[in-house]
């Protein structure tokens, strides 16, 4: 930003937020800022802090005081999640700022959901610490709360109609943010871990596809991976279209379960399966979408989330590259042959064996014109 005489930062350049979801990344607020703030700069200097509490609270540099001034106008009256923001001037007293140089934090989605106080601890607190980590807990996680940079882009089905929305508006204000998209079977809220109340994000469910559509087009959603992996497992069996070729649940499992347990060695957790519709038992939340079930120490439940990313990092690899070299259609064509042969009668005993003779035909005459 712009500096005065003295060598200070105008501190009109300078907008602190507060009251966005505390595990937003930097690139999350700045792409809504993008979105709600008119002719947002291309370059913007975040530096988001971290705060005890539910809330979110960033530092945001423009380049010109009328710009900080324009969005901040622009900013007044939003809403997150059903929560109002609160915009406001920095004061010019800020120290903060040493260097003209943008510093933009740049930290994965895990890391941001995990980040703990790394201040020094007396020797009491580190005790304590301990006998915590060898207590066995047990979690839950969603498909679609793991961060996935390989996803394939690939054209949802018609029959698509769930997306997975972060952040979710609450209760009240819910309804009147999904009828400009269309009619809903079902809302579903990922529970809050540290309230064990619903939380803001989680699966809405349309009755038409084309509502769905609409909802991810305004970039409020995206769809729902959790709904992909479920029809490309049935898929298998027909009748049901995916946009994936293969199924990712038998991706995840592996042959006789190695892949998930080879994750739960991985983090040497006691406990790792892999649950939703037609998965099994669901862990008491009586949610059907596919989410992982973990039981361990705490040091293996903070390694659960990046060993996930990293094996469906791999299975995305493996779809984009199914999906850019397809299986030509005469293997799909030769695997379903046998099926055809062996519905094929079989001919009569008294014609096999003897070369020359002719096999059983059905008798061929005058076809009746049908009545």
């Known amino acids: 930003g712009k500096k005065g005489a003295a060598g200070e930062q105008d501190d009109a350049c300078i907008l602190e937020l507060r009251g966005f979801p505390q595990r937003w990344t930097s690139t999350d607020l700045s792409d809504f800022l993008r979105t709600a703030v008119k002719g947002t700069p291309v370059n913007l200097n975040i530096t988001t802090v971290l705060e005890e509490g539910g809330a979110g609270s960033a530092r945001v540099t423009f380049s010109e005081p009328g710009e900080a001034r324009r969005a901040k106008s622009d900013l007044e009256g939003q809403k997150i999640a059903g929560r109002p923001l609160s915009v406001f001037v920095e004061g010019a007293d800020s120290e903060d700022e040493e260097s003209d140089e943008p510093v933009t934090l740049s930290f994965g989605r895990s890391d941001a959901r995990d980040r703990r106080d790394h201040g020094r601890k007396d020797k009491r607190q580190r005790e304590e610490d301990a006998e915590k980590n060898d207590k066995h807990i047990e979690v839950a996680i969603h498909i679609d709360e793991l961060s996935m940079p390989r996803r394939p882009d690939v054209q949802p089905t018609q029959t698509d109609c769930e997306v997975w929305v972060d952040p979710l508006p609450d209760d009240a204000d819910l309804p009147n943010w999904l009828v400009a998209f269309g009619e809903t079977t079902d809302v579903f809220r990922i529970t809050d871990v540290g309230t064990g109340e619903p939380g803001d994000r989680g699966y809405v469910r349309f009755k038409e596809h084309e509502a769905a559509r609409r909802c991810v087009e305004t970039g409020s959603a995206s769809w729902s991976e959790s709904e992909r992996a479920l ?36 983090i040497n957790a006691s406990v790792l399966s892999l649950r939703g519709e037609g998965l099994g038992g669901n862990y008491q939340m009586s949610s059907q979408r596919v989410h992982f079930v973990c039981k361990g120490t705490a040091e293996s439940i903070s390694n659960l989330q990046p060993a996930l990313e990293g094996l469906l990092a791999k299975i995305h690899d493996t779809l984009r590259e199914k999906i850019a070299n397809p299986d030509p259609p005469s293997r799909a064509g030769n695997a379903r042959s046998p099926r055809r042969r062996s519905r094929t009668p079989r001919p009569s005993r008294r014609h096999q064996g003897h070369p020359g003779e002719m096999p059983w035909r059905p008798p061929s005459g005058p076809r009746k014109a049908p009545p």
Do not use: D, H
């Open 231 to 266: 029809t490309s497992q049935r898929s298998r069996r027909g009748g049901v279209f995916s946009a994936y070729p293969e199924s990712i649940i038998a991706r995840i499992l592996g042959s006789k379960g190695e892949a998930i347990s080879n994750v739960k060695n991985e």
